[in-house]
């Protein structure tokens, strides 16, 4: 299961104490439906875009900073959970880095110490997209959303949680017509 965290909502974020919760958004994932494998910390929508901050500004604006992020990146890596950076093709109206897109993710999820980019809206070009990235780190991974067939909707159902237990899946993600699949 793939989760995309508003980074400063409830219950994730505690804006009373002003910290990020980890492991009680975890502990809640595992008694609802057996735990995470990953998650996408999800910063900008639905704020970009009000101000001339990008994509990248706001990982480095919220609560902590980058540090305070890479923090977050390791409680959620101690307890096996994957972490993946949030990546906005259609940001192009904001303030631009000095460098490439491609050059700036790959700083941030050095920075973080993520293991991967989620590449959002992007259904096509992922590969292409991967290759860049490759290019100048070999140990990022990518995940793009994709439509599901019937074999992909099985695999799901008969998916287990850590476990080793069957999961169960809320209601919700059971009628869900799409899953994320790692490239």
């Known amino acids: 299961v793939l989760g995309m965290i508003p980074l400063l909502k409830d219950p994730f974020f505690d804006a009373m104490a002003g910290r990020y919760t980890v492991d009680a958004f975890l502990d809640h994932g595992l008694r609802e439906f057996g735990g995470y494998d990953s998650v996408v910390l999800w ?25 305070g992020v890479r923090d977050v990146v390791h409680q959620f890596q101690r307890r096996g959970v994957k972490v993946y950076i949030d990546y906005n093709p259609w940001d192009t109206g904001t303030r631009r880095e000095e460098e490439s897109d491609v050059d700036a993710l790959v700083e941030m999820v050095r920075a973080l110490d993520a293991d991967g980019i989620f590449l959002d809206t992007m259904v096509k070009g992922a590969a292409e997209f991967r290759a860049k990235l490759q290019d100048r780190s070999s140990s990022l991974s990518t995940v793009a959303f994709k439509e599901l067939d019937r074999g992909d909707l099985d695999r799901v159902k008969r998916s287990k949680d850590k476990g080793g237990n069957p999961r169960k899946l809320p209601k919700s993600q059971r009628k869900r017509n799409h899953q994320l699949r790692e490239f």
């Not at 900008?44 to 009000?50: S, T």
């Open 43 to 67: 910063h900008a929508y639905p704020r970009i875009g009000v101000d001339e901050r990008n994509q990248f500004d706001f990982y480095r604006d919220l609560p902590g900073g980058l540090p």
